[in-house]
């Protein structure tokens, strides 16, 4: 009993400790979804870059309910993620995952554009409405985005379950075994 107890406090330490991690981990992947009035769209940017701010350099998901085709420079957009959201405008306090110039993609003949609004929330604009790409955006938005877990995450969560897994195997095994000479 003791060597289970045992050893479920080093599949834990470990589990913990590698879930936690000494530093945080850089993930290139980014999940994103934007809704407002009569839009919506989700999917994943692909990054580059060591640190904040992130040069997208790929784009996959739906926009408005058709498939995004790559990115785009509709509006000068810069193509930049801010994440975790920071403080990238001096003349607005509220952080932004995006600046003003924002993340611009393309979908069937048409190109999509968020960008910081500089009032505290996120604007979007659409070519075929605004070929410019003017201020401020035809709809006010909400606009989300959180890291995709690494494949090192998965694959230490994984093995602290095979672990936990082998343990409750073999102490059961060892039990019947007693139970089995008594």
């Known amino acids: 009993m003791r060597k289970f107890v045992a050893g479920v406090g080093v599949a834990t330490a470990l589990m913990v400790g590698g879930l936690l ?3 945080p981990a850089v993930a290139s992947t980014y999940n994103f979804s934007y809704s407002g009035d009569g839009v919506s769209g989700s999917g994943t940017f692909t ?36 994440f975790p959201a920071s403080y ?21 003949g048409d190109a999509w554009g968020i960008a910081n609004d500089g009032h505290g929330g996120y604007n979007i604009d659409q070519f075929s409405i605004n070929p410019a790409g003017n201020c401020c955006g035809v709809d006010l938005i909400n606009f989300d985005v959180s890291e995709t877990p690494l494949p090192s995450t998965w694959t230490m969560l994984i093995a602290a379950f095979v672990g936990f897994g082998f343990l409750a195997h073999r102490s059961a095994k060892k039990g019947s075994a007693a139970l089995a000479a008594a």
């Open 21 to 23: 991690g000494v530093a």
């Open 47 to 82: 990054t580059s870059g060591a640190s904040s701010p992130y040069d997208v350099t790929g784009i996959s998901g739906t926009s408005n309910g058709a498939a995004i085709t790559g990115l785009s420079s509709y509006a000068g957009a810069d193509n930049l993620l801010y």
């Open 88 to 108: 990238n405008d001096p003349t607005s306090p509220p952080s932004f995952l995006v600046d003003f110039a924002g993340i611009a993609w393309t979908v069937a």
